[in-house]
């Protein structure tokens, strides 16, 4: 089975051996998406795939899906940045389990009126996912600007230890930076997914995650024993500079004025900041213009 292939997924062919989900998706319950949960649900019924709900710093709009999912394979989780502004997705088994976490640990850390970021670094995040029964995936690792991995911190063993899968085809990433992804994940034989990342209808299911399970306990477990396929397209370039535009806009006008500065000041300085080198070691490009992206 072949299991990375950059294209636009055929969506009728894929799912006669497959059961199919967008693994990266987020709804209005993340301040820079435009997301209608019953929308959304609607049109993963009418392709015919799951999704997994990935609310930045969140877990209501998971917690809603489920409620109204029928018979959808919906996977709820949170897309969490920590103190350095590295993302991470947390998938769950259960809703319960979900909420638990949310509850026990992202609440009481998240920042008064702050949606960016929440008050742990990313090893106490990681580590404290531990205690709980979910699955740790670190999505578009070498993304442009602050919400890579690859941009913060150096992986080292014990680092990567704590990583279960490793998100290789993001919609809204470069085909450079998910290949740089697909590089890491080879090298560290890591299982593998991808998903839109999709803040917009649009998005749903331009990349998907395929493995032989229909329900949620064993979908996942294939996953983590690298036996998924990941099929998907990066947007254009027009496409995701007016998204991230259209994004940021959005969070700036739900936001208070005070926060919006420090957003934009968290942004600047962090692509101004990023390493020369990625977590392999090699040298890359230093940008030292503002992006303004937040996947």
């Known amino acids: ?52 709900i990935t609310d930045h710093n969140e ?21 969490i940045t920590s103190i350095e502004g590295i993302h991470t997705i947390f998938y769950f088994y259960n809703i319960e389990e979900a909420t638990l976490f949310y509850n026990k640990v992202i609440k009481k850390n998240k920042i008064k009126d702050f949606f960016v970021w929440i ?14 029964n979910c699955v740790v995936c670190i999505p578009h690792p070498f993304a442009t600007g602050w919400t890579g991995l690859s941009n913060n911190i150096k992986i080292d063993k014990k680092t990567l230890k704590k990583i279960d899968i490793i998100e290789i085809i993001n919609s809204y990433n470069s085909r450079k930076s998910n290949l740089l992804a697909v590089e890491w994940a080879n090298k560290t034989n ?28 064993n979908f996942m477990k294939l996953i983590i024993k690298n036996k998924s396929k990941v099929v998907g397209i990066e947007d ?27 957003h934009l000041i968290h942004e600047i300085k962090s692509l101004r900041n990023i390493r020369m080198k990625d977590c392999f070691g090699n040298k890359r490009i230093n940008f030292k213009s503002p992006g303004f992206f937040s996947h």
Do not use: Q, W
């Open 190 to 217: 890591k299982a593998i997914s991808g998903g839109s990342d999709g803040h917009f209808l649009n998005a749903l299911g331009t990349t998907l995650t395929c493995n032989e399970s229909n329900d949620l306990d």
């Open 119 to 132: 008050n742990m670094r990313f090893d106490e995040l990681i580590t404290s996912a531990k205690d709980f």
């Open 236 to 262: 254009g370039l027009y496409k995701r500079i007016t998204n991230t535009v259209k994004k940021e806009y959005k969070v700036i006008k739900n936001t208070d004025k005070n926060l919006k500065m420090s």
């Open 1 to 52: 089975m072949e299991r990375i292939i950059f294209e636009k997924p055929d969506i009728n062919k894929l799912k006669k051996d497959f059961t199919l989900v967008d693994m990266h998706f987020h709804t209005d319950y993340s301040i820079d998406s435009f997301n209608n949960i019953k929308d959304s649900l609607e049109i993963c019924k009418k392709l015919g795939i799951g999704l997994a």
């Open 59 to 79: 877990i209501k709009g998971a917690e809603k899906a489920i409620k109204n999912n029928k018979n959808m394979l919906i996977i709820p989780g949170m897309e």
